[in-house]
């Protein structure tokens, strides 16, 4: 356990990333099964989110130091989940699993715990608490000696990034969705709150790196940071924008309907209509 | 859709403004310091808020501006008093504010400061009259 920080959980994650890789294919396969077709783009997204996390744990962004472990916190925690989120794993769930079962699915999706965690607020609290406790405590030290506390600071960083992404710009389904005005501040603290910390650790290294590492390891954070969360605004943006695919908002006209919504009521009828009772108005 | 011409033009003023600063004078010139040792929390923090709001705004206020292009309500005068006021304010906000109240850093080091924090502020202002200037002339109907 000397040369690689965490040899142990390396193994660990590489093996939840691929039963992910497994249980998404899986889910293709069922869906195609019933009839539901997948959109190819999708499935890209979490196969790229899937390699660019495994490469986070496991390439070079591994070896010893501050720089390449910046690297592939960066990779983990912004570029991993933007992918993953991209790729709709509950909606895909949705159609895979049988009716009964995705409705009990569906019903999750908007149970009290998860709708606490996937609010925009929350997960910035978690997001970037857990950035600032990790590189302003002894954290960061701990984890470099201790595989267990790698393992659950990179779960935490990866879940973390996940649940801050899909408040912000999640596409599965999400009841209670925040506001985009509410949702905008929320990736504004953290952006901010990511380069505040950026800057002050090239000033005040974590404890045992040295201060050049600190320097280039703090630089690499800010500005590999502005350009995860430039992705990530484009998202957002495009979102609020496109008015085919999401939610419009109060000061857009009516638009018409397009080929697009007759194949996303097909698939809602298919979810909620064998259930006699359920008509709602 | 009047108020959305002026904050797609304020958004892209912020960020425009953010960005010169940003490339021109950390990247390029190397005049100011990525980051001062002495720089206070409070600028720190005034300084990252910005940092991330000027990002936001550039991109944000691309895609109002294709949404007003679509909506064909597009003000070209309004959209440019709002850009002029917006990146005059912010770089008044950042000359006096950030550089001086909060001590961030100086537009330059090792050398006489007063000319450059004067070319700094007038050029400030200087936006912020064209802006507003622009913004007024508006409100006048046209016959």
Redesign the interface.
Known sequence: MSGMPGGGSLEVLDGLLLIAALTYAAGILAARRRGRSWPAARAACWYAGLTVAAAASAGPAAAHGFVPHMAGHLLLGMAAPLLLVLAAPGTLALRALPVRRARRLSRAFSAWPVRILTHPAVAVVLAAGGLWLLYTTGLYPAMMHSPAIHLLVQAHVLGAGVLLTHAIVGVDPMTHRATPRVR?AA??VF???H??LA??L??HPPAGVSGPAGRTG??LM?YGG?LA??AL??VF??Q??DPARFRVGARR?PRPWTLHDDARIGRLERIDAPQPGNQRP | MRSRNVLSGVFLGVGVAAFVDETVFHQLLHWHHFYDRSTPAAGLVSDGLFHAFGFFCTVGALFLLADLRRRNVFDRRRWWGGLFAGAGAFQLYDGTVQHKLLRLHEIRYDVDIAPYDWAWNVIAVALLVVGFGLLRRRRRPVT
Do not use: H, R
Request: with cysteine; proline share 4%; glycine share 8%.
């Open positions: 905008a990736l504004l952006m901010a709150a380069g505040i800057k002050y090239y000033g703090a630089e800010y502005d969360d430039l605004v484009i943006c495009w609020w924008y006209p």
